[in-house]
């Protein structure tokens, strides 16, 4: 497994693990470094599979859902060939019961058991500078540190002996749609991800959790991102919402 190498600078300014300075310049400069290792962390990654675990309780039912599987990622190589993500889970209770979803490029495949369809969601394109727009697939896989600054509220929860607890909330109405506050987990040698929880509008809780990392990973290519193939289930291709237009103020 790949890691990336810490910096003796680095070493030697890092506070004693379990403290942090009061908010503040200095605890600004702290996040800014982490978050900056992160991406660049990130950046090096040329393919990823990883052992997932996610976990899903219900504030209304009080039940937990366990799902297991496998997360792939693969940078494109080349200019034209864009990254692809995959995640496959498996539900531990019910094994017949799996969720299997594959970004690739501007499309998103949601493979659907319970209707028997693969809905082909068209995805905006992000902007300039921007690499993923997905938020939790840019949290986990490749959003710069600039572009999560402007797009979240950041701050570093705490640390302990083996990663860094960083508190995310959204800012536009459109990552609110998705989850209202989040944590990021990151491995303090490697900057890698370990864990990604976040709270659903409804109250639902969820954990990402990646007990494992293959980087670079071999066995990860090009194919394992086309377009699902699952014998009997039919295409349902859903267009791109275009972004809300911005509501002009009345001197305008």
């Not at 309780?57 to 792939?72: A, L, M, N, Q, S």
């Not at 193939?229 to 809300?244: D, E, H, M, Q, S």
Request: net charge positive.
């Amino acid at each position: 497994m790949r890691t990336i190498a810490v910096t003796m600078c680095l070493l030697l300014s890092a506070p004693i693990w379990g403290q942090l300075p009061a908010p503040g310049p200095e605890r600004a400069k702290q996040l800014d470094a982490i978050l900056t290792h992160w991406e660049s962390a990130m950046t090096q990654v040329k393919s990823l599979e990883a052992s997932c675990e996610r976990t899903t309780e219900d504030k209304v039912f009080k039940t937990k859902d366990i799902y297991k599987g496998t997360v792939k990622f693969l940078k494109g190589s080349a200019p034209g060939l864009t990254s692809g993500a995959s995640l496959y889970l498996v539900n531990s209770a019910n094994p017949k019961t799996y969720e299997y979803i594959v970004l690739s490029g501007s499309v998103f495949y949601e493979v659907s058991p319970s209707t028997q369809e693969i809905r082909v969601h068209e995805l905006p394109q992000p902007k300039d500078g921007q690499n993923v727009e997905n938020n939790l697939i840019g949290l986990l896989f490749g959003m710069k540190a600039a572009q999560a600054k402007v797009r979240y509220n950041i701050d570093l929860e705490h640390t302990d002996a083996h990663y860094y607890y960083l508190r995310i909330e959204a800012k536009s109405p459109n990552d609110k749609a998705d989850f209202n506050k989040a944590q990021l987990v990151l491995n303090r040698t490697t900057y890698l991800p370990r864990q990604l929880n976040f709270e659903q509008v409804n109250g639902n809780k969820v954990t990402l959790d990646l007990p494992s990392i293959q980087t670079p990973a071999p066995n990860v290519l090009p194919a394992d991102f086309m377009q699902p193939n699952v014998p009997g289930f039919k295409l349902n291709r859903i267009p791109a919402t275009p972004p809300p237009n911005k509501v002009r103020s009345s001197g305008s």
